[in-house]
């Protein structure tokens, strides 16, 4: 049967000290703790990497969003509303319309309406 064998490896020394810490409330040696450390995060990671390619998937429109629990949902949710008021901001709407044959009325930038008329020109609207 073959037996593990530990690598050398250097740990920052504030990790060593906080594991002989917290190692001796648990009847566990300082090099111990650490391993049991490194598994606790290496399993989040991995549930957190499960839990971002559902959202992602969602996202890409390749899963359903009841597929996700709560706090998926509530991630997607915030990144599909990222990601809308990115697109808003960085799209002319008023180039969009205007592509398309669209008369549109706006404020300039002096507070007034102007109606823009697809072929580029404009008028001010008194009143």
Do not use: C
């Amino acid at each position: 049967m073959a037996t593990k064998t530990d690598k050398p490896t250097r740990v920052a020394s504030d990790l060593v000290e906080a594991a002989a810490a917290e190692g001796q409330r648990h009847s566990r040696s300082g090099k111990q703790q650490l391993d049991y450390w490194a598994r606790v995060g290496r399993a989040v990671t991995m549930h957190q990497s499960a839990q971002r390619r559902r959202i992602e998937a969602v996202l890409a429109g390749e899963a359903k969003m009841a597929t996700l629990s709560t706090e998926e949902r509530t991630v997607a949710n915030a990144e599909i509303d990222a990601r809308i008021s990115a697109a808003a901001h960085s799209t002319s709407f008023g180039e969009v319309l205007a592509a398309e044959g669209v008369t549109t009325v706006a404020l300039d930038d002096d507070g007034h309406l102007v109606r823009y008329f697809p072929d580029g020109t404009a008028e001010r609207l008194e009143g």
